[in-house]
């Protein structure tokens, strides 16, 4: 990663130009386990569980040199180098019951239980001086020469669930349902300076904050065949949240909030002949944050930066309108959106003490989002078939967490195109590409990146497995371009660039893989595991 900016940063000595280079090698190892089982009693009774563990282990090292060129004439310069552990353990377990009734109606019973736990330490040897080779930064606990921080995170959500359906009529079908969800979460995490023989916590980068969530929800929909061609499906779910967090650092936030929202869902549906279909839909949903993105969790960036979480932040309200067609294989449709609340990651704000910058998530205003797009899929000859999708559309959002709050505009596009090939002696090839147009990720500008991959594969004779070599991003392409202060006044009056060179920037990627199942394939469970949360699953992220 390569930075060049210009800021005022008073705790380092008012205006400067900054240069920074770093280099992050990780190694990361996963393991998952699962196991399931269905029971059938009865013709219309079935019981079943289902137990899912993974873990996850990575390390990574950040080598950090930074030069501060304080104006008019001052110099200063950090070296440092970042030794991080990041560790995960989650399980997954699940219960449930499935009755059939009588009349053509079923009733559904489930019980969900996940646990989540994270430690993240990290060790930070660092050195930070002047022109004249003393000691740079004051006494302030994140330019001392060795630091280390700590983050803990343990997460336990239990989720009960009852659905029942019924077919009201030859040509409609009912369901209802209800569902609790209660969630703990507690993290502990700060970075500590080792000053004169005892570690001492840095100001504004300790965390010790207990979240309780309860979350209840009532739904119900009917499908209905309106004639022939045409299909009407309407629902509606009411959701109720209770929210409350406390942070035991002093001067720390203490959040109680409560949320009750309808959300409709309506779609119409009408074919015209065998192969072409109109949909007009409205459906209003809500993305709430992510766990991590809510802790007050801090991460050693340099001596004047940390990342950091929002626990402020609010759910996002997504209202959708659309129309769709499809013909023969190939899709369009036109889409307005409205997002109350989005979050856009990695914004830059200042620190409660004001001389500390904060990377963290935050919620804009609202997004609206007009945008059409288009799937074609095309059957060259026998051996050859391609497909093609494209996305453009126009965005405006309002923003009020930087120094200067702005409206903002703009237009952006996406492309994705796969060609596949059929071989003699049973060979395949593909070749694929996309690019992603020049965008904005709150204020931050983010410019076009695109990549091209190929692939061959190799059915083995006789079922003795499959064969595969794959190329990920063949020409080096994705080298990403963000911009901070490009838009409107940052944190610090910051305007920078940074260039970041991924794995396959430096060389592409190469992949041979061999792959074969043994055994005859077997019925799966009737729900996997965890499937009731999905919703949860998803707030974390790893």
Known sequence: MFITSSQNMPMLGGPMNV??????????????????????????TTIGASLNFSAAAATSTTINHTIYDVLPDSLLLFNGSVNATNRWNNLISSVYWDQALRAGGKIGVAFDYLYFNNTAPSYIQSSFHNQEGRQAGGNDVLAYPLEKSFANTSIKVSVAKLDYSKQLSAKMTGMAGIKGAYTTDSSLSGIAGLINGAWQIA????????????????????????????????????EYSHT??????????TIDRRLGVFFPNILLSRKIGDRSEWQLSYSKRISRPSYTDLASFVGYSDPA?????????????????????????????????????PIARYQLTVGPGGNLLYVSPQNLEY??????????????????????????????????????????????????????????????????????AAAYNGTTKVAGIG??????????????GILQLSVTDLLSTIRYNAYYGALTEEAFSIKSHVHVNTESAVRPIIRLTYSRSFGSSSPKTQRAPGSETQDEQERVRK
């Open 19 to 44: 240069l920074v280079w770093d280099t992050t090698s990780r190694t990361q190892n996963n393991q998952n386990a699962s196991a399931g089982l269905d029971i059938r009693l009865n013709p219309k």
């Open 203 to 238: 100001a504004g980068t300790s965390d010790a904050t207990r979240m309780t969530e309860g979350i209840g929800a009532a739904y119900a929909s009917i499908n209905a065949q309106l004639g022939t061609s045409t299909t009407l499906t309407v629902g509606v779910r009411y």
């Open 451 to 464: 990549a091209l991959n190929a692939g061959f594969k190799k059915e083995l004779n006789r079922n003795a």
């Open 305 to 341: 930066a940390v990342y950091t979480g929002n626990p402020l932040l609010l759910p996002t309200i997504i209202g959708n309108l659309k129309l769709g067609y499809t013909y023969h294989g190939s899709s369009f449709s036109l889409l307005f959106s409205r997002d109350k609340d």
């Open 367 to 436: 997004q609206d989002n007009i945008s059409a797009q288009a799937t074609i899929p095309w059957k060259v000859n026998s051996w050859w078939t391609m497909s093609g999708n494209g996305v453009g559309g126009w965005r405006q959002f309002k923003e009020d967490y930087t120094l200067q709050p702005l409206t903002h505009a703009y237009f952006t596009w996406s492309l994705n195109a796969t060609e596949s090939f059929l071989l003699p002696r049973r060979f395949s090839a593909e070749l694929s590409g996309w690019y992603n």
């Open 244 to 253: 409350r967090m406390d942070n035991a650092v002093p001067g720390g936030d």
